[in-house]
Structures are given as structure tokens and as C-alpha cells.
């Protein structure tokens, strides 16, 4: 067929100049450059280097050279829809900010919440993350803690993070409380909520922005405040109660396996005698317990029954557990005898600081470096005259004015 007929087909191809000029990875890739320089416009679409070599053939081309990737051009990642908590006030949100995914990477990695051993403890924070990111209230007291934590050891913290946690922990509490009832059924609520009054209890006691190191309670008459953390603490006890975090199906039931049989808080009727070796007998007398005490006639017998216990104990990272029970035995009778700055509740309070002074338990210890000396400054002004009381402060300002890390494991008796 002639060309003239292949015209008058209908189908005929243009002429074209074949050019050699083109770029390697084009060569390579078989499609048409369009020898734009520095970079041919097809190569900078594909996302790959662009390569000008005259006399290269395809065969020669250097592979990593040749298909060496601009980042610039790989896809980008999909959004994730901003994560937000519901506040204590109904219809308003809050959005979490970058800054709060940090604190929660850094509770992901550091053991905070917990004295366990490093892996153990932080496999029971990455649970506690997942359960908040269900329930905000659990958010918002995780936030709080973190921040409280990386609160440096004189108690400041700059203005933009005071406000912070005070935002998250008031919402945290305002929600938690709103949940309570009616009580949760679903287990992993059960769950979340024992991790969100653990966090809280860890809070409110580690928050002393508000002590004063040159007066601290109790050598300052007692206000609304001055005890607010430990109505928050013994409240704790009843969600213990209630979610039962020992329960087979609890998600935290085999991290923490040990820990829960020593949570036994010694506060109900009818209990047996107390049995008090590790405590002074000058201070059992003094509290007035005796084999005809009980919980239910004697404010001071929990607390005391629960710190005996633990005396003989080194409070280390595994044995924690065991001294939490002191805070859970208080009742409100035994609230108002510290609230009214009792020596005897003030001193049981005192050995309690003593037992736990250590930065390993940052959350009360921040707060026992205050208030306990300052229980001691004011018995020793009580006791005057005394001998025998004095001797009770033996013990506590021995820990007081000691490292940690040397001191007095025990005390007389």
C-alpha cells in the first residue's frame, strides 16, 4: 500500500524526529523525555533523581543512583481525626494538643504509676493509655499525673502547665465522679475506672504547689484545703471496692498479679485485737488501743493496725503496695482528729512519712519532705517536758534529716 492510501484511510502517522538526548531514567523507564535541565519534568513527577549522561545506556545505569527517591514526592501519610475528651461542662470539648501526646509517649516509657519492675510497669501504663483513650475521665487524670510528675522537686511548674493540670485534673474528677453512678457492669469500665481513682489519689497527693515550704500544715491552722488530698485518697478505697481490680477478667489482674492480696484495708466492724509489735508501746498506749478496741469504737485502730503491719517492712519498689492500706484505714472521725491537728493521728501521720521517705515514691514523698518535719516541730512543742513523748519523735526525725537512701529502717519499742 502506498503512502498516499494510508492517508486516505483515515489512519496515518505523523512524522517525528527520534531524539537520543533523553535523560537515563527515562531511557529506562521506555517513555518519552521531555529533556528539560536540570531535571526533566517526567522525573520529577515520578519522584526519582534525574540523570543526564550522553553515550549511557540503559545497562549501565547505577541502580541506587538511578532510582534514588525524593522524599518530597512519597504520598503523605492520612490524617487522623483530632482526638477529643468531653469537659465537665456538657457541650464543650477539649482537643488533644500535640504537647499532651508527648506526656502520654512519656508515660508509655517511664514507670510512674507504679513500683513493679520496669517492664511489668510499663505494660500496665500502655493498658491504662488504651482504657483512656475510651474514657476521658481516665485521659484527663493520666494528663494530670504526668504533668505532676514532670513538676520539678520544689514544686514549680511554669504558668501555661499550672494552669494545664489544674484543667485536667478538675475535669478528671468532675467526669469521674459523674460516672460512679450508677456503677459500672462493663469490666474494662470497671477497669478504667480503678486506673482513673489510682491516678487521681496519685494527684492529689503529689500536688504541693500550694504548700509552703517555710509553713506548712500543720504548724498553720487548718483550712478547707490543708487535708483535701487525703478525702481524695480514701475515696479510693471504695472504687477499690467496687471495680475489684483482682477479679479474673480484669485486664490488670495478671500485670500486677501480688500486688492486690496486700490491699487489705483494715477498717471494718468487729475487727480481731490489734496486733501491734512494730509500734511503740508508749504511742499504742497513748492512741488507747487495747484488746477491747475495734474499728467501730476506736478512730486511731485502723490506721494503727494498718502502719504495724508495715514497720518492720523496707519500703523498696516491690513492697509499696503494702503501705497504701494506712491511707485507705482513714475514716472521717480519723480525718477530723488530723484536721484538728490530734498528736496522736499527727504522729501515727509522721511514721507513715517516715516508712515511705524515698524519691522512688515521688508521688507522697513530695508531699511527706513538707509536712512531715513539720509534725515533728510542733509535737516537740506539745511534748515539752515530756521525755517519754519526745522519745516518739526519735524515729521520724531520724528519716527526716537523713538521705533516703540511709534511713532508719525500724524504730523502738
Known amino acids: 500500500m502506498s503512502r498516499t492510501d494510508s492517508t486516505s484511510s483515515g489512519r496515518s502517522r505523523r512524522v517525528h524526529r527520534k531524539s537520543r538526548l533523553g535523560c537515563a531514567n527515562c531511557k529506562l523507564r521506555r517513555v518519552k523525555c521531555d529533556e528539560s ?3 526533566c519534568k517526567r522525573c520529577a513527577a515520578f519522584g526519582v533523581a534525574c540523570c543526564y549522561k550522553p553515550g549511557l545506556s540503559v545497562m549501565e545505569l547505577p541502580f541506587v543512583k538511578t532510582f534514588k527517591v ?8 492520612v490524617t487522623q481525626p483530632p482526638i477529643t475528651l468531653p469537659l465537665a461542662q456538657k457541650g464543650r470539648v477539649y482537643q488533644i494538643r500535640p504537647t499532651d501526646m508527648e506526656l502520654l509517649a512519656k508515660f508509655r516509657r517511664i514507670p510512674i504509676a507504679t513500683n513493679h519492675p520496669e517492664a511489668r510497669a510499663l505494660a500496665f501504663q500502655n ?4 482504657l483512656a483513650h475510651v474514657h476521658p475521665w481516665f485521659m484527663h487524670t493520666i494528663l494530670a499525673v504526668v504533668r505532676l510528675y514532670s513538676m520539678d522537686n520544689d ?3 511554669d504558668s501555661q502547665d499550672a494552669v494545664a493540670l489544674s484543667f485536667h485534673f ?7 465522679n459523674a460516672r460512679l453512678s450508677p456503677p459500672p457492669q462493663n469490666s474494662l469500665e470497671k477497669d478504667a475506672l480503678w486506673g482513673a481513682a489510682m491516678m487521681l489519689g496519685m494527684a492529689a497527693c503529689s500536688d504541693t504547689r500550694e504548700i509552703s515550704p517555710v509553713q506548712p500544715w500543720p504548724l498553720t491552722p487548718s483550712s478547707a484545703q490543708s487535708l483535701s488530698w487525703l478525702g481524695v485518697v480514701t475515696r479510693k478505697t471504695v472504687v477499690h471496692r467496687l471495680a ?3 477479679r479474673p477478667d480484669s485486664i490488670f489482674c495478671s500485670i500486677l498479679a501480688g500486688m492486690f492480696s496486700s490491699l487489705e484495708y483494715p477498717n471494718s466492724v468487729g475487727q480481731e485485737e490489734p496486733k501491734l509489735p512494730g509500734l511503740p508501746r508508749k504511742l499504742v498506749w497513748l492512741c ?5 478496741s475495734t474499728v467501730e469504737t476506736n478512730p486511731y485502730h485502723g490506721p494503727a493496725t494498718a502502719l504495724a503491719r508495715v514497720m518492720p517492712l523496707e519500703c523498696g519498689r516491690m513492697q509499696m503496695g503494702k503501705f497504701l492500706p494506712f491511707l485507705g484505714s482513714f475514716d472521717e472521725r480519723f480525718l477530723d482528729l488530723l484536721f484538728n491537728r490530734d498528736s496522736c493521728a499527727l504522729l501515727l501521720l509522721a511514721y507513715f512519712y517516715a516508712k515511705v521517705w524515698s ?4 508521688w507522697i514523698y513530695r508531699r511527706a519532705r513538707y509536712e512531715g518535719p513539720a509534725i515533728c516541730t510542733l509535737l516537740e512543742s506539745r511534748f515539752a517536758g515530756d521525755p517519754e513523748l519526745l522519745a516518739l519523735l526519735d524515729f521520724p526525725k531520724a528519716a527526716f534529716a537523713s538521705p533516703a537512701a540511709t534511713r532508719p529502717a525500724t524504730c523502738a519499742v
Open 359 to 362: 524519691p522512688e515514691q515521688w
Open 37 to 39: 535541565k536540570p531535571e
Open 170 to 176: 478538675v475535669n478528671g474528677i468532675s467526669l469521674f
Open 70 to 77: 525524593d522524599t518530597g514526592y512519597l504520598p503523605r501519610p
Open 288 to 292: 488507747r488501743l487495747d484488746e477491747t
Open 155 to 157: 514544686g514549680q511548674m
Open 244 to 246: 475489684n481490680p483482682s
Open 127 to 130: 493498658l491504662m493509655v488504651n
